[in-house]
């Protein structure tokens, strides 16, 4: 990973000193173990800041809304995707942007491999195929196929599908990976375990709207769990309330998402939040045969629409 | 619970179905009294904020008509709609309502015995389904 970081650094120092951004938003090192946290650098000399592992999880191009500025982003595989939405929904312009494809391995799941220990852990390493685990009294190597985010597991976009400049060589994408199986384990339920199962899945919820914060894609400037005449969803912690925050997040959602992982990553609960998500976008599969933020030409689904799209449903 | 009586949230398009409820209603068809209307322009105003909250606040079915494809009085907003309500609809039941409380149909305002027997359709639908279990918010259940 350290010659990711290295040319990640070297294209970020050259566009900021060849005044081609303004900034280039990456990652820098975060206080805790297994949480970089995004990052502005502004100047060549703050480079140095720059890392890139398996910790980079966050979805930078959330820090693109309505961004005016010349701007160098660091983009994975997913973040891409998101950046080729934003420009879709004229968030922001192709212009403005300088894009450095990062070509992802997967990044690790700090709640999996906190589970594992009971003793707090005080430093994360890791090379090629190994997470090495460090805490006060132990020290353990974790194969990182075992603690792979579980959206990065069955990832078939690593490369980025825009880019300017690449930080590392293109990687062979993911075959033959089932990306659905969860889902169709649910709609194979009766209408009454399916009930129960969400909510199972989402007793814990705290509607902290952490899920929410971290999508790229929630940028309304007025949110429905905030609108108020009408209130369309309650604020307490009601589960018809939750339910119904939950549905319409997703919903939101809808040909839009790009299975990026950062609201599940982003909860503190642990929720599966991406099993609302992953439903709509097996949909759009299905039924339109869109995936999100693959091209910059085509509209999304619910924005446009066939004289002959699949009415089976209506009487 | 015998003389339990469905209640179902109509949203119908002024343009077509609230028409045909009109013309079904002059020529003094029968139908049950179970859908309380609600006009509304077209289909493609739907937001799935208004089902979500005819079914939170108690509501034991949902019914959608809006005009034929090719035939929106907006040209193409019932098209949008159309895209909005198969996901919608397949979310729902995916996440435990009965495929038999959310129905969709396409009524021109001629067609008053179609709208007649679509409302006897949904209210038996709805009727065989009983009282909805859960999704309802507590401060609208009914002890009735």
Not at chain 1, 163 to 181: G, H, N, P, T, V
Not at chain 1, 302 to 312: K, M, Q
């Amino acid at each position: 990973m350290s010659d990711y970081t290295a040319k990640i650094k070297e294209i970020s120092a050259r566009l900021l000193k060849e005044e081609k951004v303004e900034m280039v938003i990456g990652f820098r090192k975060g206080t805790v173990p297994m949480m970089n946290e995004p990052c502005f650098v502004k100047t060549p000399e703050d480079v140095k800041e720059l890392v890139w592992d398996s910790n980079c999880g966050i979805n930078l191009a959330n820090y693109l809304t309505d961004r005016k500025e010349k701007i160098g982003i660091i983009a994975k595989g997913c973040d891409s995707r998101n950046i080729v939405t934003h420009i879709i929904e004229n968030k922001v312009k192709r212009e403005q942007l300088l894009i450095i494809g990062v070509p992802c391995k997967g990044m690790i799941d700090k709640n999996k491999i906190t589970s594992m220990f009971e003793n707090e852990i005080n430093e994360v390493l890791e090379d090629e195929e190994n997470i090495i685990v460090k805490g006060k009294v132990f020290e353990k190597t974790l194969n990182k196929n075992d603690v792979l985010q579980e959206n990065c597991k069955i990832c078939i976009h690593r490369n980025p599908v825009i880019s300017d400049e690449l930080a590392a060589d293109l990687l062979d994408e993911q075959k033959d990976i089932d990306r659905y199986e969860d889902v169709r384990k649910i709609e194979a339920m009766a209408t009454e375990d399916k009930w129960k199962y969400f909510e199972d899945l989402l007793s814990p919820c705290i509607r902290c709207y952490a899920c929410r914060n971290a999508c790229p894609l929630c940028y309304c400037p007025t949110c429905f769990v905030d609108e108020s005449r009408p209130q369309w969803v309650g604020k307490s912690l009601d589960p018809t309330d939750t339910r119904t925050f939950h549905f319409l997040r997703a919903y939101h959602c809808a040909g839009r998402c790009t299975d990026c992982g950062a609201c599940e990553r982003a909860c503190p609960m642990g929720i599966k939040v991406r099993m609302f998500t992953k439903k709509l976008e097996k949909d759009c599969l299905e039924l339109y045969g869109w995936e999100a933020g693959l091209s910059l030409d085509e509209r999304p689904p619910l924005d446009t629409y066939r004289p002959n799209d699949p009415e089976d449903f209506i009487k | 619970m015998k003389d339990w009586e469905p209640r179902i949230v109509g949203f119908l398009c002024n343009w077509c179905t609230y028409g045909a409820a009109d013309l079904a209603g002059i020529s003094r068809m029968q139908y049950p009294p179970n859908v309380k209307a609600i006009r509304i322009p077209c289909t493609g105003r739907m937001s799935p904020k208004f089902i979500l909250a005819a079914f939170m606040k108690g509501a034991d079915g949902v019914w959608v008509s809006g005009c034929h494809p090719g035939d929106c009085h907006y040209l193409e907003g019932n098209y949008y709609a159309r895209r909005k309500f198969a996901l919608f609809k397949n979310l729902i039941e995916y996440m435990g309502i009965e495929p038999g409380r959310l129905h969709f149909s396409w009524i021109s305002s001629a067609e008053s015995t179609k709208f007649a027997s679509t409302v006897k359709e949904v209210t038996s639908a709805v009727k065989a389904l009983g009282p909805r279990k859960h999704g309802i918010k507590k401060a609208f259940t009914v002890n009735s």
